[in-house]
C-alpha cells in the first residue's frame, strides 16, 4: 500500500500551550527582578551625590579652617521641585538657590530625580565645636506625593574636624 504522506505546518495546540506557559513562567520570575533592579538604579542618584556634596563640603572647611573655618551657606533646593525622569538641574550662577553649591564646587553634570539641599546649623566663621550642616536629597520617584528623603549630617568635632555625625538616614525609601 502506498500511504501519502501529507506535509504538516504550524504547531499543535499542544506546542503552543507549552510554548506560552514557558514564556510565562520566564515573565513571572525575571520582570519584578528587573522592576526592582530599576527601582534600585534611581536611589542610587542620592547616595552618589550626598557622598559627593560631603566630600567637598569637607574639602571646602578644611581649605578654609586655616583661613576662618567656616561652613559652606545654606543652599538649595535644586532643582526647586523633584521630577520622576532625570533632569538637568540648574546649579550656574543664574540660580542664586545655587550659591553655597558654586561656593564648595558641586556641580552634578547629570540629569537629576532628586532636589538637593544643604543647611548649616551656623554662619559663623570660625564654625564653633558642635556645628552641624545637614546635606539632604529629596525625590518623589513615583509621582504620588509621598517623597523619598535622604540626609547627611556633618558635625565640627572637639578637634575642630568635620565628620559624619552618623551614617546616612533614609526616610521613605522606595515611597
Known amino acids: 500500500m502506498n500511504r501519502v504522506r501529507r506535509r504538516t505546518y504550524g504547531a499543535t495546540l499542544v506546542e503552543v500551550a507549552l510554548a506560552i506557559g514557558i514564556a510565562g513562567v520566564f515573565l513571572a520570575v525575571f520582570v519584578p527582578t528587573f522592576v526592582r533592579e530599576l527601582r534600585v538604579r534611581k536611589l542610587d542618584e542620592p547616595v552618589e551625590m550626598l557622598a559627593a556634596m560631603e566630600a567637598r563640603v569637607v574639602a571646602h572647611y578644611a581649605e578654609s579652617k586655616s583661613a576662618r573655618g567656616c561652613l559652606p551657606p545654606a543652599s538649595g533646593p535644586v532643582p526647586a521641585t523633584p ?93
Open 83 to 175: 521630577h520622576a525622569q532625570p533632569f538637568t538641574a540648574d546649579f550656574s550662577d543664574a540660580n542664586p538657590a545655587a550659591m553655597g553649591f558654586r561656593i564648595i564646587g558641586f556641580a552634578p553634570n547629570r540629569p537629576l530625580r532628586f532636589r538637593y539641599s544643604m543647611t548649616p546649623s551656623t554662619e559663623a566663621c570660625p564654625a564653633p565645636v558642635g556645628a552641624r550642616i545637614e546635606l539632604v536629597a529629596e525625590g518623589n520617584l513615583d509621582q504620588d506625593g509621598q517623597h523619598s528623603r535622604f540626609t547627611r549630617a556633618l558635625v565640627v568635632d572637639a578637634h575642630r574636624e568635620l565628620r559624619a555625625l552618623a551614617p546616612l538616614r533614609v526616610e521613605r525609601a522606595t515611597e
